[in-house]
């Protein structure tokens, strides 16, 4: 991964001033014209965000509604994508779902990256034995596996939605942490940090007005890369049986039980949650991936 | 004339042909038949310690017991026949005592002789365990005062008291007979060791994977067993087990396959897969904790159970998960449980569903608990708790409640359920050979029967059960098992059944000589199995 | 260098501690009784006195920090203690599951390898062209597309194909056997999860060879030798690809480690006697024995790949290499 020099960051921020301000809109055009692949990616994940928020009046049926009478059908105009083996409408549950999808997803990395920021950043500007004691319990926390982790929080804190907030976000917050902590550390070089110490500037003041936004560029793909790997956590526990527990509608559980159970006769059950997983990462990943491109100063003259 | 003789000649040859397949057919020697079991592995082989089905499915066919439910018929609740004994006693002492004959040449697998003083170790352990080793079952044994071995080839159980539920209990799967001589030097050695009498020899275990066994040619039943040796394999996940039977990679499994599994086997194929359906002497039950508000008052309890409509959708449950029967807390297949006309009198069986959700409504709203929310303790179990759960939830939503799940793996779940750290927990309640006077004791309050999470007293409904246990009377004893059942389910609504588990076994149609039993822990031995092929 | 040598390997032994006393307290934090699981699970009866008994036996009575320094000392001993399950050592439970983990890792290791370094760099070499659109496309989706899921369609597909071209349904096989002993056998079970496994490897690696690819040949010295007019083959494979491989290779690296977290869905899905499954199933036994030195053997490997790749890049280095 490549992450901007130190100097090109000051001298962008330098540059800022004299430049004329281009609005939101227009960074985004210029974005999607740059990067067409990654503006592909941003509209999946906003069609995505609009299921998810408009899923009470766009969803058909109450996804939690058991139908005896209509069980294991396939997709037909009733039911667009079929019913699982409660009846239930798949398509009103992927609806729903998409709310789990985009908690999960996006609490987790927000809190996590926010987290691991602060946490990263202060330890790079503080230094000396804080630290080094920091980089050591990072070495530790590195260490495990994200699911090995994320599975004993869960054992000890029991299953259900907030519980796996938490069990996919604390393993985040270190790798979260280590990548920022590398850029703020090449920042913290920089003469104009020990000037502003000796102007009086408090810690916090040059944490969050200087180091902060200069190590925004690698902050920001590791977010949108933290969505993608906490919606793929979800789901891995959720088939562990460790995740969201019934009748909540969530694509990681619609994935588990009854979708191996009714592969072969009644695939739809497990075919459109795995469909709905993989394009919501898709997408965030073919975002941040031209997120990186886009913010990386060497290959911007292209 | 000659067509006549043609035709008669054709048909003679055709019903030569056709009459094998309708006589009884005689067991084929030889083949190994490899089968799955649902488990990870069994924590030990020492059948006296452990209650899973694992240690059953790995190691039974490698022991013998001393009586068991008859292997040509054991879907019958009250068929016990012998296994090492030579033919089944009378009680005598006022139906207190109990003398077995032992079978003579009977030899354990390293060639040892097997002999009364094996028998009388064997339940010494299981009814009276020794410092430091755990009997699982030992509370079934309460009424036994004393087993010894008085001469060689006889054992003599002394009871306390007469009751009808000694010798079901007896037929005890678990009850298997280990050598005296290693008892005496290593109480632990059979949970890691396999060392029996039964109708094969172990032939190798590898941890996780599988184990296996040959044929014991010294076997004391002549003739069997059948199979040369079996392969047992692991597998914990489902859909492994129905690929493997599929591909045949395994003939079949012994716990139970849930209704989509079975359909999509046999829709692919056909005749090349046979399946035996049976009760299960094991259901789910919702046990509320009765120290949490407000579920100490018996007209939440109630309107629980009344909101259930069980009746109608036990038909439509049974095709997605492992249940099927309703019925009340006795096993449906047994003469002591309740008739349909019995049932519909009891709160959660009264045939009109929209009277008994009214009574619901009504109840909660007198005990103030209208719209109520709470928390149902679930087991990280997919069939068939988890769906029970996912029915249930509907259900009481439909009176308003608002039920969100709380699932725990096995663990958790038990230590939840100990520290009464639930507000209504989704229970079960298994047992092994069908023995209802013992099976109810789950509905015993925590100071008489451990595995009751209630959390409640009552005396009154010890006092019932006692009445019922000592009652040599085997007409009174259903009237007063009626009287227990709504004591339990209606007056008091301790807990609630759901409908009773049901076991389907789909397997290769090569396999024959198995039959299905209430039970998965019983008629394991394998010893009158045998292969078409 | 040496110095360099000594303080990386220094540092792996605070890591490698910390990581035992995080996982000693996990577990017990961890509510439930591992005596009451054994005794309880079919529904039987337990009675306490066994529990007390069965708590003595495992030395559950003792206090925490005995039984945590018992523990400490037990790995530098290499005796991880007998599993609080079966009875049995602990390293026998790992080891008759051991070899089928790092098969399938290997595998997917050698599967990835094979496909990533070539596709990525054509696709940097043809950055922007459809080429380079068509692999980054294919590498994300082996990303998104949750391996679990990857897996139970290929097992699908396999029984369905082979029925529609055979007649009868074939499946991988579902005991493990030795790679010596019948090799066909034991590859025809260690295929399909390698594989599915591999491509999300794969995946990652193919990006990683891209990007790696993309920064080297914008390096100056590169301009500089296609100025000499060398061929573009000579360049790429001499100058370009060695450079780039390092962070690809630091990226194998670390992703080897991370796979034997992946295992432990994998090995579900495809029912594998390997050392994931074994991990999810001493968690929900509580064996804390057995899940102790497993985690500890996952971290083992992570901390000794990373002090690895470490001193490769040191040696590499000659800033660090002649220091």
Request: with cysteine.
């Amino acid at each position: 991964m490549s992450t901007a020099s130190p100097v090109d960051s000051v001298s962008a921020l330098a540059e800022d001033g004299r430049r004329p301000r281009r609005t939101v809109l227009e960074h985004i055009l210029s974005f999607s014209v740059t990067q067409p692949l990654g503006a592909f990616g941003m509209i999946l994940v906003l069609l995505m965000a609009i299921a998810a928020v408009s899923a009470p009046w766009l969803a058909p049926y109450d996804p939690t509604a058991n139908d005896f009478a209509a069980m294991t059908e396939g997709p037909s105009w009733g039911h667009l994508m079929g019913t699982d083996q409660f009846g239930r409408d798949v398509l009103s549950r992927i609806l729903f779902g998409a709310q789990t999808a985009m908690i999960v997803g996006f609490t987790c990395a927000l809190v996590g990256g926010i987290a691991g920021l602060v946490l990263g950043v202060g330890s790079a500007y503080f230094g000396g034995s804080i630290d080094l004691v920091f980089q050591r319990v990072l070495d530790v926390l590195m260490a495990f596996p994200l699911i090995i982790l994320a599975l004993a929080v869960v054992a000890i804190f029991g299953t259900g939605v907030h519980n796996v907030i938490a069990a996919i976000t604390i393993p985040l917050i270190p790798r979260c942490a280590r990548v920022v902590r590398s850029s703020a550390l090449s920042i913290r070089e920089v003469p104009y940090v020990d000037a502003a110490r000796a102007c009086g500037f408090s810690h916090a003041r040059i944490i969050f007005r200087h180091m902060i936004p200069n190590v925004m560029a690698p902050f920001l793909i590791v977010i949108t890369a933290f969505v993608g790997q906490a919606i793929l956590a979800e789901a891995s526990l959720s088939y562990l049986g460790l995740g969201v527990q019934e009748p909540t509608p969530a694509w990681g559980l619609m994935l588990q039980g009854g979708a191996e159970e009714y592969a072969t006769t009644a695939p739809w059950i497990a075919v459109f949650p795995g469909l709905a997983i993989a394009l919501t990462v898709f997408g965030i990943s073919l975002f941040g991936d031209a997120l990186r491109d886009a913010l990386d100063p060497k290959l911007r003259g292209r | 004339m000659k067509k006549i003789t043609m035709l008669l000649a054709v048909s003679m040859i055709a019903a030569a042909f056709a009459a094998p397949a309708n006589a009884a057919e005689t067991p084929k020697r030889g083949g190994i038949l490899t089968y799955m079991i649902p488990a990870d592995a069994p924590p030990s082989f020492d059948g006296h310690r452990e209650t899973t089905y694992a240690t059953v499915h790995a190691a039974a066919p490698f022991y013998s017991v001393l009586i068991r439910v008859n292997p040509e018929n054991p879907s019958s609740t009250t068929d016990f026949v012998c296994d090492l004994c030579t033919e089944m006693p009378k009680p005598t002492d006022d139906g207190r005592t109990y003398t077995f004959k032992i079978r003579q040449g009977v030899k354990f697998h390293d060639g040892s002789p097997l002999t009364a003083a094996d028998v009388a170790a064997s339940w010494q352990e299981i009814v009276h365990p020794s410092e430091g080793v755990s009997s699982a079952r030992e509370s079934y044994f309460v009424m036994v005062d004393k087993v010894e071995a008085t001469d060689s080839s006889t054992v003599v159980f002394h009871l306390k008291y007469t009751t009808q539920a000694f010798l079901p209990a007896l037929a005890d799967p678990y009850a298997w007979i280990y050598e005296k001589k290693i008892l005496d030097q290593d109480p632990h050695w059979y949970e890691k060791n396999i060392m029996g009498s039964g109708p094969f020899k172990f032939d190798g275990y590898e941890a996780g994977q599988s184990i296996k066994g040959v044929r014991n040619p010294d076997y004391y039943h002549k003739g069997q067993p059948y199979l040369d040796g079996f392969v047992g394999i692991f597998a914990a996940k489902q859909a492994v087990r129905v690929d493997a039977i599929r591909a045949d990679r395994a003939a079949m499994e012994f716990r139970g396959l849930p209704p989509s599994a079975v359909d999509q086997l046999e829709k692919e194929l056909g005749d090349k897969i046979a399946v035996q359906k049976s009760d299960w002497n094991c259901g789910n039950l919702v046990t509320p904790n009765h120290k949490k508000k407000p579920f100490d008052d018996v007209r939440v309890r109630r309107a629980l159970a009344l909101a259930i409509d069980a009746w109608h959708d036990a038909p439509a449950l049974s095709k997605i998960a492992t249940v099927h029967t309703v019925g009340g807390i006795v096993f449906p297949g047994s003469p002591l449980a309740a008739t349909q006309e019995e049932l519909e009198k009891i709160a959660g069986f009264w045939p009109d569903i929209d009277k008994s959700r009214a009574e619901a409504k009504r109840l909660l709203k007198e005990a103030g608990a209208e719209g109520l929310s709470f928390v149902l303790l679930n087991r990280n179990v997919d069939q068939p708790y988890k769906y029970v759960a996912t029915w249930l939830i509907d259900e009481w939503s439909k009176i308003g409640l608002k039920v969100t799940q709380r699932v725990l793996p096995t663990g958790p779940f038990f230590e939840a359920l100990r520290n009464n750290d639930f507000d209504v927990t989704l229970d079960f309640n298994c047992q092994g050979v069908v023995n209802p006077l013992l099976d109810v004791g789950k509905f015993l309050p925590h100071t008489v029967y451990t595995e009751n999470y209630g959390n409640y007293e009552d005396q009154k409904e010890i006092d019932l059960y006692q009445k019922m246990l000592h009652e040599p009377d085997e007409k009174k004893v259903r009237a007063e098992m009626r009287d227990f059942e709504t004591y339990v389910l209606d007056t008091e609504t301790h807990m609630i059944m759901t409908p009773w588990w049901y076991r389907v076994i789909p397997y290769r149609s090569y396999v024959k000589g198995w039959k299905i039993s209430p039970s998965h822990y019983i008629n394991q031995d394998l010893a009158n199995v045998w292969l078409d092929k | 260098m040496y110095r360099y040598i000594a303080n990386r390997l220094l540092l792996t032994i605070p890591t490698l501690v910390g990581a035992a006393a995080l996982v000693f307290a996990l577990m017990r934090l961890i509510p439930g009784d591992i005596c009451v699981v054994r005794l309880a699970s079919g529904g039987g009866t337990f009675d306490p006195h066994s529990v007390a008994v069965c708590h003595a036996e495992l030395g559950l009575d003792r206090p925490m920090i005995v039984q945590f320094l018992d523990f400490l000392l037990g790995i530098f001993r290499f005796d991880f203690g007998l599993s609080m399950w079966t009875g049995k050592p602990v390293s026998s439970e790992i080891a008759t599951r051991l070899p089928i983990s790092i098969e399938v890792a290997l595998l997917a290791t050698v599967v990835a390898i094979a496909f990533a370094i070539p596709l990525g760099t054509i696709s940097a070499l043809k950055q922007n062209t459809w080429i380079d659109s068509v692999v980054r496309t294919v590498a994300i989706a082996g990303i998104a597309t949750p391996s679990f899921w990857l897996g139970i369609v290929v097992l699908i597909a396999i029984l369905d194909v082979t029925n529609l071209v055979s007649g009868s349904p074939w499946m991988p096989p579902i005991d493990y056997v030795p790679l010596w002993k019948d090799p066909i056998r034991n590859l025809s079970m260690a295929f399909w999860p390698a594989v599915t496994v591999g491509y999300r490897y794969s995946a990652v690696t193919m990006r990683m060879t891209r990007s790696a690819m993309l920064e080297v040949m914008r390096e100056d010295y590169i301009r500089t030798a296609r100025a000499k007019g060398l061929l573009d083959r000579i360049v790429i494979n001499r100058h370009a690809l060695k450079n780039a491989l390092l962070p690809v290779v630091t990226l194998i690296g670390i992703e080897f480690a991370f796979l034997i977290g992946g295992l432990v869905v994998t090995e579900q899905v495809f029912n594998l006697n390997g050392i994931g499954r074994l991990f999810v199933l001493s968690v929900q036994n509580q064996d804390y024995t057995l899940t102790q030195a497993l985690v500890m053997l996952v971290v083992t490997v992570f901390v000794v790949t990373n002090l690895l790749v470490d001193l490769l890049y040191a040696w590499l280095d000659p800033r660090i290499r002649f220091a």
